[in-house]
């Protein structure tokens, strides 16, 4: 796992890289063919629009004058051409601009345009704002169409020359709503694919954490086991000597720590059991109302002959007016009997261990307090979490599947309670329990 995991993370990595690469060079040449595209269509309107101006019924006879001096002059005046200008006002050329745009799928496309004689500066027609882009030729698209008389006509070379320029304005922005589709869509899929790319990441993370987790609760399970079954198999040796059959005390002495170690074991077997069942949420809660005080004194007697071995301080304050609360009697019992053995496991040499009640509201507040060895920060993030142990090194060497304070959560939300840990590395750590109390 540990080698094959940053070849899947490598792979997988290069692959989104490369299909976001080759996203980006389609959308680049799809948006050079596009610009291509425009280009084309625009000269072909343009073309069609000037061939349109400039056809052959264009061309009628001005009024005769009589007082010409060369019949050369008289010729010129008879069949001369008005110009484009003359013949077409600013609207009729806009509108035969917009029928060729039609024509070649420029619908939706704006433009500019002008017509002058010989040169731009000469007498045009414009839109507003023609200069403008005109001048700005780096983002728009400019086609000049050259206004020339019928081939082959006689007139020809009488007519005077012009022009048709037609603009159209920021033709980049013009591409890039026709290919918005397509570039939404490049995002909207490389999102996806870089949102599952992480999703299975964190997912192989957290299998690898599983399975490190795993293996550390198959070993403390492990070794959980083997001390009890190691006393009771050496219990069993002596019991066959035949100096301890003869001697009742001895005997006595030895049946009873097989009893007590197989109840160790049985208190182990259970709390693994337990566990299994809240993952399931198989556990049915019998709730009564009782006296937290009642269960809380229990707790304490149990706990209390282990903090006197270790020389330690059990300090309790039951201050509580009301302790009526809606409880199950064995849970509720355990989950005190957890934080107890909790505070005393990571207690110093001489434990002080205190536990005080007190009401806010219409809460029971429990607080367990002890001196211990505390808790950093990412510690007492994750004590809550199943299977997790905090790591004490070579101070103490505490036992345990990493079951108690998950057990513990599970129990004070399935009776509508909160837990909050505090902590100081190297001064201790402090939990509070708030349950509700029972109705009157």
């Known amino acids: 796992m540990k080698k094959i995991f940053p070849i899947i993370t490598v792979l997988t990595l290069l692959s989104l890289l490369g299909l976001i690469f080759f996203q980006f060079l389609w959308l680049k040449s799809a948006k050079s063919v596009k610009e291509q595209q425009l280009e084309e269509n625009v000269i072909k309107a343009t073309d069609d629009a000037g061939s349109k101006l400039m056809e052959d019924n264009s061309f009628i006879p001005r009024t005769k004058k009589t007082d010409l001096l060369f019949p050369s002059d008289k010729l010129k005046m008879e069949f001369s051409k008005p110009s484009v200008i003359q013949r077409f006002s600013k609207e009729d050329i806009?509108?035969?601009?917009?029928?060729?745009?039609?024509?070649?799928?420029?619908?939706?496309?704006?433009?500019?345009?002008?017509?002058?004689?010989?040169?731009?500066?000469?007498?045009?027609?414009?839109?507003?704002?023609?200069?403008?882009?005109?001048?700005?030729?780096?983002?728009n698209l400019q086609y000049t169409y050259?206004?020339?008389?019928?081939?082959?006509?006689?007139?020809?070379?009488?007519?005077?020359?012009?022009?048709?320029?037609?603009?159209?304005?920021?033709?980049r922005t013009i591409v890039l709503k026709e290919i918005t589709w397509f570039i939404l869509g490049a995002i909207l899929f490389t999102i996806i694919i870089t949102t599952a790319f992480f999703l299975t990441?964190?997912?192989?993370?957290?299998?690898?954490?599983?399975?490190?987790?795993?293996?550390?609760?198959?070993?403390?399970?492990?070794h959980e086991f083997k001390t009890p079954l190691a006393t009771i198999s050496l219990a069993v040796d002596a019991l066959k000597n035949e100096k301890v059959v003869n001697d009742k005390e001895k005997t006595n002495y030895f049946t009873g720590i097989i009893k007590e170690e197989n109840k160790r074991m049985n208190k182990?077997?259970?709390?693994?059991?337990?566990?299994?069942?809240?993952?399931?949420?198989?556990?049915?809660?019998?709730?009564?109302?009782?006296?937290?005080?009642?269960?809380?004194?229990?707790a304490l007697n149990n706990i209390g002959l282990p903090v006197a071995e270790k020389e330690g301080k059990l300090i309790s304050q039951l201050d509580a007016s009301r302790d009526v609360i809606m409880a199950d009697e064995v849970h509720f019992t355990n989950l005190v009997n957890n934080l107890l053995d909790n505070a005393l496991k990571y207690s110093k040499d001489k434990p002080e261990v205190k536990l005080t009640t007190s009401n806010a509201g219409n809460q029971l507040k429990i607080k367990i307090e002890d001196n211990g060895i505390g808790m950093n920060k990412e510690t007492l993030s994750r004590i809550f979490e199943k299977?997790?142990?905090?790591?004490?090194?070579?101070?103490?060497?505490?036992?345990?599947?990493?079951?108690?304070?998950?057990?513990?959560?599970?129990?004070?939300?399935?009776?509508?309670?909160?837990?909050?840990?505090?902590?100081?590395?190297?001064?201790?750590?402090?939990?509070?329990?708030?349950?509700?109390?029972?109705?009157?």
Do not use: W
């Open 268 to 298: 182990q077997v259970e709390t693994i059991l337990q566990a299994a069942l809240l993952d399931k949420q198989e556990v049915q809660l019998n709730l009564k109302k009782l006296s937290a005080h009642t269960l809380i004194t229990s």
């Open 201 to 222: 990441i964190r997912t192989l993370l957290r299998q690898k954490k599983l399975s490190e987790i795993k293996s550390d609760f198959i070993n403390n399970m492990t």
């Open 146 to 171: 050259v206004l020339q008389p019928p081939s082959g006509s006689n007139l020809e070379n009488l007519a005077m020359e012009e022009f048709l320029v037609v603009i159209v304005p920021h033709q």
């Open 94 to 139: 806009r509108n035969i601009l917009r029928a060729s745009f039609d024509k070649y799928f420029l619908k939706n496309v704006p433009f500019e345009f002008a017509v002058s004689q010989n040169s731009l500066t000469g007498e045009q027609i414009e839109t507003e704002g023609f200069f403008k882009y005109f001048t700005d030729s780096a983002n």
């Open 387 to 440: 299977f997790y142990r905090a790591h004490t090194g070579n101070i103490h060497n505490v036992k345990g599947f990493g079951l108690g304070l998950s057990y513990v959560k599970t129990m004070v939300e399935a009776h509508h309670g909160t837990i909050k840990a505090e902590s100081t590395l190297g001064k201790g750590s402090c939990f509070t329990v708030s349950i509700p109390l029972a109705k009157a």
